[in-house]
């Protein structure tokens, strides 16, 4: 394979082994053994890459950055879309930002109240492109007729709704480029008004041992709008330090009430029971950072 056909950010040595992920502050890469690149253009947004891994299956790269692959990316999708949806008591009408290799949108219509999702994406070339490379992730045929598609950016979305989601989910790519705006105080703001009485958000806050300041900001941030926030983890392999944070916010009610009973893990390769309550019990260093120690 050519290095030029690793594309943005790519450093690839004639043995497969493709550097990417790089947290250069740490002097810490993340390394990928490369059997192909699968597809790979340039939308209006970013670079979008599916790569053939060694021992992950297929990923999604966008800008370079590994999104989700085959072997660990139901981890993340479980973890961002079943903890909001038990948390609440009725979730009916649900509001994705982001989430265009459809993962997330998989696990919320297996709650039957929910009546309608809107999965709004900034860029249709990402949901083309999973649907096309990654049906272990992106699911074949028809998605389910509750789920509407809005290809627009999320920020501008929001802007314009009132009190009409019980939960929104921002399952958003890395705080640089498009995503920048879903990590801002404006955004946030917004979600808290588009959404009912109760409702919660959630959103993926990072890896706190790389990016603690992102983690802090979105936490801090998000506790001047909702009297609810808390913090929980997951072990995903994918991810630089394997460990990673989801914030969630609840406008009116404590999220963990009644959670386990709200759970459909019928179906669900990561969460359980435990897991809805255990993903919330952090380690001293996050505790210390969150300022609860
Ligand atoms: N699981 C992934 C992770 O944490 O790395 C992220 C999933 S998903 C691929 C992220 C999506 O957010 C991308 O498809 C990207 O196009 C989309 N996105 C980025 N900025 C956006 C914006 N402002 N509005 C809507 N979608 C956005």
């Known amino acids: 394979m050519e290095k030029e056909q690793y594309g943005k950010g790519y450093v690839c040595r004639d043995d497969g082994w493709w550097l990417s992920d790089s947290e250069e502050e740490f002097g810490f890469w993340v390394n990928w ?12 947004f970013q670079e979008i890459s599916i790569i053939e891994t060694e021992g992950f299956g297929r990923a999604l790269v966008l800008d370079g950055i590994v999104q989700t692959t085959e072997r660990d990316g139901w981890i993340y999708n479980e973890m961002i879309s079943h903890i909001p949806l038990a948390a609440h008591p009725e979730p009916s009408d649900v509001c994705i930002i982001g989430g265009g290799d459809c993962g997330a949108v998989r696990e919320v219509v297996k709650y039957p109240s929910v009546k309608r999702v809107d999965m709004v994406e900034i860029d249709p070339r990402v949901v083309h492109v ?14 389910d007729p509750r789920v509407h598609f809005v290809f627009e950016d999320g920020a501008a ?3 314009e709704k009132k009190g009409e989601y019980d939960v929104f989910i921002v399952d958003s790519s890395d705080p640089v480029g ?37 983690l802090t900001k979105v936490r801090r941030t998000l506790m001047e709008l909702f ?30 009430d009644g ?23 952090l380690p001293n260093y996050v505790r210390e950072l969150l300022g609860e120690k």
């Open 130 to 143: 999973s649907r096309k490379y990654l049906p272990s992730i992106a699911g074949e045929g028809d998605l």
């Open 157 to 159: 979305f929001v802007k």
């Open 33 to 44: 053994k490369v059997k192909s690149l699968l597809h790979q253009e340039k939308s209006a």
């Open 259 to 281: 959670i386990e009973e709200r759970l459909r893990d019928e179906n669900t390769r990561y969460v359980n029971r435990d897991i809805v309550r255990s993903c919330f019990q």
């Open 178 to 214: 498009p995503a920048k705006v879903l990590f801002e105080e404006p955004f946030y703001r917004d979600v808290h008004r588009a959404l009912k009485d109760d409702g919660i958000m959630v959103c993926q806050s990072e890896s706190p041992v790389f990016h603690p300041h992102v």
């Open 227 to 256: 009297p609810c926030v808390r913090t929980y983890l997951a072990t995903i392999p994918t991810y630089p330090g394997g460990i990673w944070s989801f914030t969630l916010a609840s406008k009116r009610h404590e999220p963990l």
